[in-house]
């Protein structure tokens, strides 16, 4: 799978707010495929499921398997990836023209001052 595909099922991923709420859940520890099913109460086992198993696809989920339970394990690295290619560089990008922005406007201020 080519790296476009690779962020394209990370984006993918990332666009439904059951998934976002699901990484936040495994963010501090794993939990059962249970336990995430039941901090669902409103959608069924199968719809949660669904919700795993694309998370799993864009590897964003890591799964093991003991005996009858899945324990399911956040990956952060994909989402280390996309802060790499997109989030980093464009926030440098965006903190250099505020500060371009800053360093022209304490310019103009003082000049007045100085002519005064």
Known sequence: ?????QHNNVFKALASPVRRQILDDLRDHPKTTGTLCDH????????????IKVLEAADLIIVDRRGRERWNHLNPLPIHDIHERWIGPHAAQAVERLNQLKNSLEKRISVPAANA
């Open 1 to 5: 799978m080519s790296i476009v595909e």
């Open 40 to 51: 669902f109460p409103d959608l069924n086992r199968c719809t949660v499921m669904q919700h």
